[in-house]
């Protein structure tokens, strides 16, 4: 008997030694056309930019989709793996190496079996999961859903032991914002500094100002998150600085929270700008609503899980802070998302992130016995 999860190890280690960023995927897309072609499996580009979609069984009455997403992080590697990132400062520190991988083996099986199976099948690899334009947005807006009834995915966590998943009905994540400010204000030399207009006075005014709100404006039973990770301005010692530029992030639970939270850090990056004589501008850059898994789909694939890897490997999951694009797509059809244990170590989005391989027994049988149970079409509640 063939084995799936072993031939998904050496893509999954070809991946994570040619880490691509956002788009800009040239060796991760050759590596997924090289295997469709090879499995005989057709697909297209012809969704977003840089996404893959391949079709199982087309024709079939009712359509799963199952996506994968492909992009790394600007990290550099501290893993010591002998297949370590090539690529220096990039690293594939969120998983989605397992996810690709993972996908690939999926669809090999499924399509080993094709001629058993009455459903169509969709092989979804987007790109850009991590950039600030998402790839899956990109793609749905090009009708990905039109054609596809569901769609399934899952991520690595290593809170979860290999065997074991997570899965949740309704909001499984956060709405994921990122603002970007810019504080413009009028050089002058420091011993004139009355002669300025200091836009470092403006970001740190505005920053300090937007964790009052987080404090005092938001209730404390709330989720809410608010990250200043990047602030820049000035050149040297004595000067008044006439430029800052700032980069945050914010997470909420609910859409009316997230928008509150972009009302108020205009109106305070404005007031601000007015009390000191400068000038802002503040940009949008990302934003990610959470995904929503649809109860009937995330009943469907506890049960098929739960017949797999057992009652007590099926837990519940908790409801993150974390950004995922899966959302777009949660956001046009039912669809459901999964955490898959990874084994418990360094988390996501850390140098030295290093998933035990072992993940894939479990994700592939997941995936495949929920095609498998729900071939015939899927009665969703309202």
Same mark, same amino acid.
């Given at each position: ?127 850009? &999961?991590?950039?600030?334009? @998402?790839? !899956?947005? #990109?793609? $749905? ?5 039109? /054609?596809?009834?569901?769609? =399934? ?63 005092? &404006?938001?209730?404390?039973? @709330?989720? !809410?998150? #608010?990250? $200043? ?5 000035? /050149?040297?010692?004595?000067? =008044? ?142």
């Amino acid at each position: 008997m063939f084995d799936y999860a072993a031939y998904a190890v050496p893509l999954r280690r070809e991946l994570h030694q040619y880490p691509e960023i956002g788009f800009d995927l040239p060796r991760t897309l050759a590596l997924v056309r090289r295997e469709l072609e090879a499995m005989g499996i057709p697909y297209t580009e012809e969704f977003g930019r840089s996404g893959i979609v391949a079709t199982i069984n087309e024709g079939k009455p009712f359509t799963i989709g199952i996506r994968a997403d492909m992009d790394a992080l600007p990290i550099t590697e501290a893993t010591g793996l002998p297949f370590s990132s090539l690529i220096e400062g990039q690293m594939h520190a969120c998983g989605h190496d397992v996810h690709t991988a993972q996908l690939l083996a999926v669809g090999r099986k499924l399509n080993d079996m094709r001629d058993q199976l009455r459903c169509c099948v969709k092989l979804i690899f987007t790109p850009a &999961e991590e950039y600030l334009t @998402a790839g !899956a947005r #990109l793609m $749905v807006e090009d009708g990905l859903m039109e /054609n596809i009834d569901c769609a =399934v995915a899952c991520h690595v966590d290593s809170t979860l032991p290999v065997g074991a998943i997570a899965i949740r009905e309704g909001g499984i994540n956060a709405n994921s914002m990122g603002i970007e400010i810019e504080f413009f204000g009028q050089t002058a030399h420091a011993h004139s500094q009355q002669k300025g207009v200091d836009a470092i006075r403006m970001g740190v005014q505005a920053w300090t100002a937007m964790e009052l709100m987080l404090a005092r &404006e938001i209730d404390s039973r @709330a989720a !809410a998150v #608010l990250n $200043v990770g990047s602030f820049h301005g000035g /050149n040297t010692n004595n000067i =008044v600085c006439d430029y800052v530029k700032m980069f945050l992030t914010t997470r909420t639970h609910s859409d009316e929270l997230t928008d509150f939270m972009e009302r108020r850090i205009r109106e305070i990056c404005e007031g601000t700008a007015q009390m000191c004589g400068g000038e802002t501008k503040v940009t949008v850059t990302k934003l990610l609503p959470y995904v929503i898994n649809h109860p009937t789909m995330t009943k469907a694939l506890a049960r098929s899980a739960a017949s797999v890897l057992g009652e007590d490997n099926v837990r519940e999951q908790y409801r993150s802070m974390g950004g995922e694009d899966f959302a777009f797509l949660s956001r046009k059809k039912p669809c459901a998302m999964f955490r898959l244990g990874v084994g418990h170590g360094p988390g996501v989005h850390n140098d030295k992130f290093n998933p035990d391989e072992g993940c894939f027994e479990t994700g592939i049988a997941v995936f495949t016995q929920f095609v498998l149970d729900h071939q015939d079409g899927i009665r969703f509640e309202e």
